[in-house]
């Protein structure tokens, strides 16, 4: 698997760490069934070898420009 195919582990991986952090914060068991539900996917998008979707190249080109617009901000 390239490192190019991981599209969908770190978005729901990504997805998992917001739930988890809403959840701390404010408690809710929904946010925590969320995490969980995203850590789930996050897993079974590696053991599946999901492919990218058509749009992550896209997906990635703007996080990728708007996280260097933030970092040159600061």
């Not at 959840?23 to 999901?50: D, E, I, N």
Request: include cysteine; charge should be positive.
């Amino acid at each position: 698997m390239t490192a190019s195919s991981f599209f969908y582990r770190n978005f729901f991986a990504g997805l998992c760490f917001l739930c988890l952090a809403v959840g701390l914060l404010t408690g809710s068991p929904y946010a925590f069934w969320g995490c969980m539900v995203c850590g789930a996917f996050s897993r079974s998008a590696v053991r599946k070898q999901w492919a990218d979707p058509p749009w992550a190249e896209g997906f990635r080109s703007v996080v990728t420009s708007a996280w260097r617009k933030i970092c040159r901000a600061s």
